[in-house]
């Protein structure tokens, strides 16, 4: 079984930042990945609706970490469960888990990726194009190659080595494209 993948809005970060923002669906669960700042609120909102979807309908949210370019939209969706790397929250009842290892899903799983911050969660999507890892251990497939606000640089090459060990099809970095991975991947 896999999970169906969509990029609802590319990120950029230059003048302007704004977040990837992705849809994942698994059976009954739909999963949006970092819902976080965007030129307009429509650039998360009719890309959903183009997949038949309302905000209502989103069971499940992923912050990859607390940064606003990545959470900021998150009231858009007002029945889903909101993950991050120590719990589960949703209305006011707030669960505490380990991140590593959760599975949202049968094809989705949180991974602990300490890099960008220390609190860090990568998703990852068994989906038609294999494994695609959802993180921001790079922002987009052209860099930067060092992170400017990780705060350990160790920490931040062992976690893109760890993903990078798995032979992900795809990378959905922070605030780009999705990208094939390569020799020339920065780690």
Known sequence: MTAAF???TTGYADERVAGTVTLLVDGEKVVIVDPGMVADRRLIL?????????PEDVTDVIFSHHHPD????AALFPEA??????AIYQNDIWEDRAADGYQ??????????PGHTVEDVSTLVMADEGLVVLT????????PADDPFAPDREQLRAAREKVLA??????????GAPFVPSESTPV
């Open 6 to 8: 969509h990029v609802l």
């Open 46 to 54: 009719d890309p959903l609706a183009h997949h038949e979807l309302n």
């Open 70 to 73: 990545h959470t900021l939209n």
């Open 81 to 86: 469960r909101f993950h991050d790397h120590m």
């Open 104 to 113: 949202v899903s049968p094809s989705i799983t949180l991974m602990t990726t």
């Open 136 to 143: 921001h251990l790079w922002w987009t497939a052209e860099g």
């Open 166 to 175: 798995l032979g992900p099809a795809l990378i959905v970095p922070g605030h």
